[in-house]
């Protein structure tokens, strides 16, 4: 006997209908007052992994106020993409330290 999870899986699959993908992983990281990469490209629902590798604390705020992250030194903070757009963010400590991220829907 099948568990009972399977039948819609196995309806769907022969229906043709699709199955999303998981989500993608964009790393992103702040090392000697840089932002690397500079522009990155992702889509809504995938995540972004934000690596600190500096000594001292960084942001990641989005011009637009989609967000703003706070990154403590030598941590790695993650959020998930909710909404399509260009998206230009820097760091509210360090303003010279800018990137920008297209988002697809």
């Not at 899986?9 to 209908?17: E, N, Q």
């Amino acid at each position: 006997m099948m568990p009972r999870w399977v039948l819609p899986i196995v309806a769907a699959l022969s229906l043709g209908i699709s199955i999303s993908a998981h989500a993608a992983t964009i790393q992103i990281t702040m090392e000697n007052l840089v932002i690397s990469p500079a522009e990155a490209t992702a889509k809504v629902g995938d995540i972004v992994e934000l690596i600190n590798k500096d000594i001292f604390a960084h942001t990641a705020t989005a011009r637009n106020g989609d967000f703003d992250v706070a990154m403590p030194p030598k941590k790695t903070v993650t959020y998930i993409l909710k909404k399509a757009g260009t998206i230009d963010y820097y760091c509210r400590f360090h303003p010279n330290m800018k990137a920008t991220l297209n988002v697809a829907p």
